[in-house]
Nanobody, 122 residues
Framework: QVQLVESGGGLVQPGGSLRLSCVAS????????MGWYRQAPGKQRELVAV???????NYADSVKGRFTISRDNAKNTVYLQMNSLKPEDTAVYYC????????????????WGQGTQVTVSS
């Protein structure tokens, strides 16, 4: 089993910054992509940013230039630095990882964290 645990959410004023962290643990042979999604009340979950183990990073247009995703592969951790936050960034943010959990197979599975609330309000 694989667990993803997010931290770093909270309440911040417009224009402020937050840094989210997500640590993956458990049965992990390797991790392909790690990323962040968010879901605002009454809306569908949407991609915020994803960082493959190789290849280019992908950002939602709404966060380009304000958010930065990074990874520490040795720690199975992904971060999301969020700057110049806006009220429309308010949502529950979910960590996601594409994991190979077993050696000797091509099996891979997607795992999700429990989510962390980010509220941008004055």
């Amino acid at each position: 089993q694989v667990q993803l645990v997010e931290s770093g959410g909270g309440l911040v004023q417009p224009g402020g910054s937050l840094r989210l962290s997500c640590v993956a643990s458990g049965s992990i042979v390797s991790i392909n992509a790690m990323g962040w999604y968010r879901q605002a009340p009454g809306k569908q979950r949407e991609l915020v940013a994803v960082k493959p183990s190789g290849g280019s990073t992908n950002y939602a247009d709404s966060v380009k230039g304000r958010f930065t995703i990074s990874r520490d592969n040795a720690k199975n951790t992904v971060y999301l630095q969020m700057n110049s936050l806006k009220p429309e960034d308010t949502a529950v943010y979910y960590c996601n990882a594409d994991v190979v959990p077993y050696r000797g197979t091509d099996y891979r599975a997607m795992y999700w964290g429990q989510g962390t609330q980010v509220t941008v309000s004055s």
